[in-house]
């Protein structure tokens, strides 16, 4: 194992499900950069979102706390600063800390500037805004209030800003610690560059065979749906270029092998499975992400890690690889001895995936709220009230077209999965309400009612 700290590259993109990667077995998108990456390093199987939509799966990410520690338990919610996030640490460590793209994390107005200091959670470099989705007119704060904005592709944009990043760690040996958060795949899906208007042709997209083709069903894939897909794609492609980019930046500046450089996504996107778009389901579209991580000879290369894990165990993960310390607010378990093949190393058994409060494209679409876990074979929810509500088998029903919830032979398997449910809950303290009772219960109601007013939400992409 090398001897230096470890630099950390964190680089993750927003609404990008792990089926959508070559490395993950999509046939149709091209994702070079990631598939040799994944080569390279590490890729992870069975990795998924806790709870799958923007702000509390990125305060868990740089947290390793679910959302009733860390108190982001919907969108546009301001995260709580009583506990150390990955800048914090990091610093306090003694390293260079930067975060460039999409933050989310500062509540609302989304255009509203986060000043230097608490509320950047030990970022130092910076060169990000809270979010928005104008994918051709990047807007980012440095350290003034007014912000700055460029024309041209966002990626490539905050691509070149951590590059600048990069490059000053070539005048230092002092560890580095940079996130760069992209805002693509997620919506507008349009708003993407097609060098090659051809390489995504709708009528040749594959599409999951739990969408339903059926243009007199408005919620079922249609036209618009497969050109949807194609942009979809295209984004994802363009994502990969800057990859790329980053990791020839990494060798020009000779960091290649003392850098952890770690691949992932906040949480996924249903592209029309099972009828429904975007994410806060405990479907796979929706929880499963992508995780790639490479350390030349602090991991293995060529290697899959089958191993159950998700955002909430990344932090005590990533920080334990850089041998620093796990702070005790951590509820996510650290797998860093499982990545490295030591046996009989822990894994979680179960994963805690929540909607903790529907709002947004939730409601439009009817998502209520739910709690679930997913197991390494199975994948079970209910909804408020205790009341059973899905139930699959993902071996011999991996796009979870057969609810087997009521499924008398199931019963058994039903108790079991409930009963380590409500283990996991009264871990983490959720009591399991609906919204607006949840939102009570965590005394976030005015923060709650706040958001909600459309008058102070200036981003329309959700």
Same mark, same amino acid.
């Given at each position: 194992m090398p001897e230096k700290p470890p630099n950390l590259l964190l680089v993750f993109a927003d609404q990008l499900r792990s089926q959508a990667l070559g490395c993950y077995g999509n046939i149709d998108c091209h994702t070079p950069a990631l598939d040799t990456l994944a080569a390279q390093g590490t890729r992870f199987t069975r990795c998924f979102a806790n709870t799958p939509v923007c702000s509390p799966n990125r305060a868990t990410l740089f947290s390793g706390t679910y959302p009733l520690r860390n108190r982001m338990i919907c969108n546009d919610m301001p995260f709580f600063t009583g506990i150390p996030y990955l800048g914090n640490v990091c610093r306090a460590a003694g390293y260079r800390t930067g975060y460039v793209g999409k933050w989310h994390l500062d509540g609302i107005p989304r255009s509203k500037f986060t000043p230097p200091g608490q509320r950047r959670a030990g970022f130092d470099y910076w060169r990000a805004f809270n979010c928005n989705h104008n994918y051709y007119a990047t807007k980012y704060y440095a350290d003034g209030p007014e912000y700055i904005e460029e024309k041209g592709y966002s990626p490539e944009i905050?691509?070149?800003?951590?590059? #600048?990043?990069?490059?000053?760690?070539?005048?230092?040996?002092?560890?580095?610690?940079?996130?760069?958060?992209?805002?693509?795949?997620?919506?507008?899906?349009?708003?993407?560059?097609?060098?090659?208007?051809?390489?995504?042709?709708?009528?040749?997209?594959?599409?999951?065979?739990?969408?339903? #083709?059926?243009?007199?069903?408005?919620?079922?894939?249609?036209?618009?749906?497969?050109?949807?897909?194609?942009?979809?794609?295209?984004?994802?492609?363009?994502?990969?270029?800057?990859?790329?980019?980053?990791?020839?930046?990494?060798?020009?500046?000779?960091?290649?092998?003392?850098?952890?450089?770690?691949?992932?996504?906040?949480?996924?996107?249903?592209?029309?499975?099972?009828?429904?778009?975007?994410?806060?389901?405990?479907? #796979? #579209?929706?929880?499963?992400?992508?995780?790639?991580?490479?350390?030349?000879?602090?991991?293995?290369?060529?290697?899959?890690?089958?191993?159950?894990t998700s955002t909430v165990d990344m932090f005590p993960t990533m920080l334990s690889l850089m041998n620093l310390p796990v702070p005790d607010s951590v509820e996510g378990m650290d797998i860093s001895a499982a990545l490295r093949g030591e046996p009989d190393a822990p894994v979680p058994d179960a994963v805690l995936i929540a909607n903790h409060i529907s709002c947004d494209e939730a409601n439009r679409q009817g998502m209520p709220e739910w709690r679930g876990i997913r197991t390494s074979r199975y994948t079970y929810a209910e909804l408020v009230g205790g009341r059973p509500w899905l139930l699959f088998d993902n071996e011999s029903d991996p796009y979870q077209m057969n609810n087997l919830v009521e499924n008398p032979d199931h019963i058994t398997l039903r108790r079991q999965m409930t009963t380590r449910l409500y283990e996991m809950l009264s871990n983490t303290g959720d009591p399991f309400l609906n919204g607006h009772n949840m939102a009570e219960h965590t005394g976030l109601a005015r923060d709650f009612e706040r958001r909600n007013d459309s008058a102070l939400r200036d981003a329309p992409a959700l």
């Open positions: 905050h691509t070149r800003l951590a590059r #600048e990043f990069l490059r000053a760690q070539n005048d230092t040996r002092d560890p580095f610690c940079l996130v760069v958060s992209w805002g693509p795949p997620h919506d507008p899906y349009h708003m993407v560059p097609k060098g090659d208007d051809h390489l995504y042709r709708p009528d040749k997209i594959h599409l999951r065979p739990n969408v339903q #083709e059926d243009t007199s069903n408005p919620l079922a894939c249609n036209l618009n749906c497969r050109q949807t897909h194609a942009d979809y794609y295209y984004a994802v492609t363009a994502l990969d270029d800057q990859v790329m980019v980053l990791l020839d930046t990494l060798d020009e500046i000779h960091r290649s092998d003392d850098t952890i450089v770690v691949f992932t996504s906040d949480h996924g996107d249903m592209l029309w499975s099972h009828g429904y778009m975007k994410k806060q389901a405990p479907f #796979e #579209e929706s929880i499963s992400i992508p995780c790639i991580m490479r350390w030349p000879g602090g991991l293995p290369s060529f290697n899959t890690f089958d191993g159950l």
